[in-house]
């Protein structure tokens, strides 16, 4: 599967991201954020179709620059932030039942409290997954339990 097939649908969406050198980046209204190398897991929903919201993404990752707006946006400016993968479900948003499942796992953390969570309850929407495996089977494995099909995008060769 490559960019051009995701799904247009609205949906909900993970985002896995690869850190390669340690980053600390001034998060709008957070503050400091600090992160160490390792897979990072960011859950959105895509309410304008799941292609529109992760390619915005992808824009500024390969371009390391443009309108910083979300949380994220701080992130993926990062020249040691790439993404590696995106799990994503069409037509249901379940975001915050996926952060919170991400936040029960003995294999994440959480990687900054209220990033990507400001306009809800959530802890947060952004974690740390701890695993030797890999981390887009780990956070599918998680979405499948809940009794959703996740669809699973690799993006790690882009």
Not at 85 to 102: D, K, M, P, R, T
Request: positive net charge; charged residues 20%.
């Amino acid at each position: 599967m490559d960019f051009n097939e995701l799904s247009v649908e609205r949906g909900t969406y993970v985002l896995i991201l690869k850190v390669s050198a340690p980053v600390s980046v001034k998060v709008a209204s957070l503050g400091w954020v600090t992160l160490s190398e390792g897979y990072y897991a960011y859950v959105g929903s895509a309410k304008v179709g799941v292609k529109t919201r992760v390619g915005r993404h992808l824009r500024l990752v390969r371009l390391k620059t443009g309108k910083l707006r979300w949380h994220l946006d701080y992130i993926l400016v990062n020249n040691s932030v790439e993404p590696y993968s995106i799990i994503y479900v069409n037509e249901s948003f379940i975001e915050h039942e996926v952060a919170q499942a991400l936040l029960e796992c003995r294999d994440t953390e959480v990687a900054a409290r209220g990033f990507g969570s400001s306009d809800c309850n959530c802890v947060s929407h952004f974690f740390k997954l701890k695993t030797n495996q890999d981390p887009s089977l780990l956070v599918a494995s998680l979405i499948r339990r809940m009794g959703y099909t996740p669809c699973v995008l690799r993006l790690n060769s882009m």
